[in-house]
């Protein structure tokens, strides 16, 4: 296998590992979100956090190194219209995931510390809707960056 089909199966591979533990995520977490039970809300916001550190983070760092790595083993310039909006996405979807963190870190800690039978504070309840909120932009650049990397559209910025 050549150095370029390596590369660029390291980047498929982790650009699936990224999509596919987001929203496997996102859907664990707002299913124990809707359940109101306290002890799925105790462990999903643990496994999210442990799947982001174990997972995702390093999806993001492979992402733009194989991609700029890619992008010059096949002579497109990262001046390219379709490679620009593919990283300005990117960098919208990072802008999206970086509070996502944070916010998961504040669901879980609030919720290890609320007892059982206790109401979860309406603070928990106002990061989990910021938390959805955010990851319908970050899900939309995803898939438009998929599409983006396919098609390679011929188009000016």
């Given at each position: 296998?050549?150095?370029?089909?390596?590369?660029?199966?390291?980047?498929?591979?982790?650009?699936?590992?990224?999509?596919?533990?987001?929203?496997?995520?996102?859907?664990?977490?707002?299913?124990?979100?809707?359940?109101?039970?306290?002890a799925a809300r105790?462990?999903?916001?643990?496994?999210?956090?442990?799947?982001?550190?174990?997972?995702?983070?390093?999806?993001?760092?492979?992402?733009?190194?194989?991609?700029?790595?890619?992008?010059?083993?096949?002579?497109?310039?990262?001046?390219?219209?379709?490679?620009?909006a593919a990283i300005?996405?990117?960098?919208?979807?990072?802008?999206?995931?970086?509070p996502v963190v944070?916010?998961?870190?504040?669901?879980?800690?609030?919720?290890?510390?609320?007892?059982?039978?206790?109401?979860?504070?309406?603070?928990?309840?106002?990061?989990?809707?910021?938390?959805?909120?955010?990851?319908?932009?970050?899900?939309?650049?995803?898939?438009?960056?998929?599409?983006?990397?396919?098609?390679?559209?011929?188009?000016?910025?």
């Amino acid at each position: 296998m050549s150095d370029y089909l390596l590369l660029k199966t390291i980047h498929i591979l982790s650009s699936t590992l990224l999509f596919g533990t987001g929203l496997g995520t996102a859907f664990h977490g707002w299913m124990a979100n809707r359940s109101g039970v306290l002890a799925a809300r105790r462990v999903v916001n643990r496994n999210v956090e442990l799947a982001d550190w174990l997972f995702t983070t390093p999806a993001v760092i492979v992402q733009p190194v194989t991609g700029v790595w890619l992008a010059h083993l096949a002579g497109f310039p990262l001046t390219t219209p379709w490679l620009m909006a593919a990283i300005a996405l990117y960098v919208l979807v990072g802008a999206c995931w970086l509070p996502v963190v944070a916010i998961q870190i504040q669901m879980r800690r609030i919720a290890e510390v609320t007892h059982d039978g206790q109401e979860l504070p309406p603070g928990y309840h106002r990061l989990a809707r910021w938390w959805f909120v955010l990851g319908w932009p970050a899900f939309i650049g995803v898939i438009v960056i998929f599409w983006l990397m396919v098609a390679k559209p011929e188009f000016t910025l």
